[in-house]
Nanobody, 121 residues
């Protein structure tokens, strides 16, 4: 069974940086053809926004709102997924979720419990 556990969320000031981590277990790339590991953010009652993801070939994609500021990566074992967030803005405040999803379909797959990021101005 796939499990995703996020960590690293915190409160920071605008312009600061954070690195989110996601421990991934129960996942084998060979079992999930067409799936991506990634991060989305969503506050209660608000629309889900895909932030960044990485496919099985290592190709990455980013939301326009974070491109150039956020970097997604994973360790060689694919057991840990990261999201390096630089030059944070108040509008980045959100609950961030790690996900294993069908590439291009953010609500089709698995996600963790989330980690809260709060950016103050």
């Amino acid at each position: 069974k796939v499990q995703l556990v996020e960590s690293g969320g915190a409160s920071v000031q605008a312009g600061g940086s954070l690195r989110l981590s996601c421990a991934v277990s129960g996942y084998r790339r060979s079992d999930y053809s067409g799936y991506c590991l990634g991060w989305f953010r969503q506050n209660p009652g608000k629309k889900r926004e895909g932030v960044a993801d990485i496919d099985s070939d290592g190709s990455t994609s980013y939301a326009a709102s974070v491109k150039g500021r956020f970097t997604i990566s994973q360790d060689n074992t694919e057991n840990t997924l990261y999201l390096q967030m630089n030059r944070l803005k108040p509008e980045d405040s959100n609950m961030y979720y790690c996900t294993l999803h069908r590439c291009g379909v953010w609500n089709a797959g698995y996600w963790g419990q989330g980690t809260q990021v709060t950016v103050s101005s």
